[in-house]
């Protein structure tokens, strides 16, 4: 079935330490998203890419990099320049004119840091 | 960036209906309304979108204003399964982004 595969599912790093959590999606779609939740918040956006090759900066982007070598693939680094990284991390993407559109989710990435 | 206002938390009774209400008083005329709602540790899941006119779909209805200043969800019969966090998002036409608001817990009583 098509979807979108985030892993791990649940990550725990030392501080000081980079991370790279995986997004992979067979679906097809041109435009990708990472997301961060914190616990009873809502979601904050940290990077999207509406094609290959390119990627743009969300609302928290500091701390964080990505790359979209690939249409189905968009990974997340978290680096040890983000304060505080422990938290919910989603994976989302979207087909051609995503504005009228559906956004497909992941399951999403628990990272804490110890 | 357009935001919305949503209430942090509402109560139902099962099978009767719920209307959540959500504001976006700085809409812009390209920016779709969105709703989607979260369960506890698991991904937000797309219920119903859209621009001006009401929708209809399986899961709910989206009634919007007039002037798209506001818009309310409605499930027709609340189920104990659509207890979840409920998101009322602007898409914005200019750059594609979803800006998430904080959300409306709906809690479903039996």
């Known amino acids: 079935d098509g979807g979108i595969t985030q892993s791990p599912k649940y990550l725990f790093r030392k501080e000081g330490q980079n991370v790279t959590l995986s997004c992979e999606q067979n679906l097809n779609h041109d435009a990708m998203y990472w997301y961060r939740q914190d616990p009873g918040q809502g979601l904050r956006l940290i990077y999207y890419?509406?094609?290959?090759?390119?990627?743009q900066k969300g609302d928290i982007a500091e701390g964080y990099s990505v790359s979209r070598e690939k249409k189905e693939s968009f990974p997340l680094t978290v680096t040890s320049a983000q304060k505080n990284p422990t938290a919910f991390y989603l994976c989302?993407?979207?087909?051609?004119?995503?504005?009228?559109?559906?956004?497909?989710f992941g399951e999403g990435s628990r990272l804490t840091v110890l | 960036d357009a935001k919305t206002t949503q209430p942090n938390s509402m109560e139902s009774n099962e099978e009767e209906p719920v209307h959540l209400p959500c504001n976006h008083s700085?809409?812009?005329?390209?920016?779709?309304i969105h709703w989607y709602r979260q369960l506890p540790s698991q991904g937000p899941e797309y219920v119903i979108h859209?621009?001006?006119s009401n929708v209809n779909n399986r899961m709910a209805s989206l009634a919007i204003a007039e002037d798209r200043k506001s818009s309310t969800l409605i499930l027709h019969r609340a189920t104990l399964r659509d207890a979840a966090v409920y998101y009322c998002i602007l898409a914005s036409g200019n750059t594609g982004k979803l800006i998430f608001g904080q959300g409306t817990t709906l809690q479903v009583k039996p």
């Open positions: 859209g621009l001006t």
């Open positions: 890419s509406q094609i290959v090759n390119d990627f």
């Open positions: 989302a993407s979207s087909p051609p004119r995503r504005n009228t559109g559906e956004l497909f």
């Open positions: 700085t809409i812009s005329g390209t920016d779709y």
